[in-house]
């Protein structure tokens, strides 16, 4: 199938504005989270804990997203969890304080993390034979352009009125991508099956010769959201603890996500080519060097051209991740299989901010948080290199997205 479908890229656009508001969620913490701590007088670890809680609920999210599509159309279940998302993301602006911030965010969770993996699965199923994992980082480019969003809203809105302002962008999903969702998004020809809950639709994933390769990706996972949830919430804070501005510091996280969307692409286009293994691992390595410099580098031309290579080798390498974890489960797992890598993935990003933030109460604000990533990214290339799953059959017969049709295998 050609990637000039429109079907196929009405699919990429829905999915990845969607995926956009996780990023979202995530780049507004950080952008408010000084505005936060002095406003409710909370300390470092305190602010790691309050970054950490919404990933408890992706997590929860994510696991589910196998057993939800199985009893409902995943088109279904994406409007939902948008829905769902949107109201508690907004609610977080009437937050009285840090406990009910904390609680909603976590709702709020719910829905981003089962959003992800249902819509990697609608594009790996929409996307071409050799185009996949391409197609599959436009897609997820929303994470990252999400990001920028957030960012550029903090900038805008914080000044001239507040914090709150930030969250309150979260409810715009309910006027435009929910109607996209129900009604331009391409529906599926299958019909779902109960399969169980979330434990049952785990067990195609330890089926033999899966078994090493869920545990790698897994460990990948939680390597690369590590990073992307670590730094994504602190570094405008260290960037600011290190002498430089509150617009100087949020350019920073701006170019650490403008960097994942065009390093993703490149990545997505050269893993089509050479395949996914090696350029995860090298990109992982690259995100090492980049975010390692900033423990010892002080210019900042040459922090800001940093910024943009760790975002690549953070937020990048995890969209990639993703793609490749989509593409290698049958079909019939796939929802599943990303779903737990996700979820496994969200362990890391619970313990990314909470870790960040001991480190940084301990004193380590100029050094500790970026040797920590760097540490986390060279184990996540050391593992990358090891992981080799089992070749599948190419695709016959049609897609189950309508209008978008899938060439037998020669």
């Known amino acids: 199938m050609s990637t ?8 990429v656009l829905i999915c990845g504005a969607a995926v956009a508001f996780d990023g979202y969620d995530l780049v507004a913490y950080g952008t ?3 505005e936060l701590r002095a406003e409710w007088g909370i300390s470092a670890t305190q ?3 309050l970054g950490s809680a919404p990933l408890i609920g992706m997590l929860l999210g994510s696991i589910s997203a196998g057993a939800l599509t199985s009893r409902w159309s995943r088109n279904t279940v994406l409007a939902a969890c948008v829905t769902w998302f949107s109201i508690f993301m ?17 709702l709020s969770g719910l829905g981003l993390g089962a959003t992800l993996p249902i819509a990697a699965a609608i594009t790996q199923q929409a996307a071409p034979a050799g185009r996949r994992n391409l197609v599959y980082v436009i897609m997820q480019s929303g994470f990252p352009l999400g990001g920028v969003a957030a960012a550029l809203a903090g900038m805008v809105l914080i000044p001239n009125f507040s914090w709150h302002a930030v969250y309150l962008m979260g409810a715009l999903p309910l006027i435009t991508i929910l109607p996209a969702i129900l009604f331009w998004l391409p529906r599926e020809k299958s019909t779902p099956t109960e399969l169980g809950g979330a434990m049952q639709a785990l067990a195609p994933l330890f089926a033999p010769g899966w078994r090493v390769v869920t545990l790698l990706f897994w460990a990948l996972a939680f390597c690369a959201m590590l990073f992307v949830y670590g730094a994504n919430t602190w570094l405008p804070a260290l960037m600011r603890e290190n002498g430089h501005g509150v617009t ?3 350019v920073f996280l701006l170019t650490f996500n403008l960097g994942a969307i065009v390093g993703g692409v490149l990545a997505g286009w050269l893993a089509d080519r050479f395949g996914s293994r090696p350029v995860v691992a090298a990109s992982f390595l690259l995100g090492a060097v980049a975010v390692g410099a900033f423990a010892f580098l002080r210019g900042e031309s040459t922090l800001l051209l940093c910024a943009a290579l760790a975002g690549y080798g953070a937020v990048g390498t995890q969209t990639l991740i ?6 290698a489960y049958p079909e ?5 299989g990303v779903g737990w890598a996700l979820g496994a993935g969200r362990l890391g990003g619970i313990l990314g901010p909470t870790l960040t933030g001991m480190v940084i109460a301990l004193g380590f604000t100029q050094t500790g948080p970026f040797l920590l ?8 290339a050391v593992l990358a290199s090891g992981l080799r799953p089992p070749k599948q059959p190419a695709a016959v017969g049609s897609s189950p997205v309508v209008g978008i049709p899938v060439p037998a295998a020669h």
Request: charged letters at 10%; a positive charge.
């Open 32 to 34: 408010t989270l000084s």
């Open 47 to 49: 602010a790691g804990l």
């Open 90 to 106: 907004a609610a977080c602006a009437l937050a009285p304080g840090p406990g009910w911030f904390l609680a909603l965010r976590f």
């Open 332 to 336: 019939a797992a796939r929802v599943a």
């Open 4 to 11: 000039d479908n429109p079907a196929l890229w009405r699919t």
């Open 322 to 327: 993703n793609s490749w974890a989509t593409a």
């Open 373 to 380: 990533f760097c540490v986390v990214a060279v184990v996540g």
């Open 248 to 250: 100087s510091s949020l």
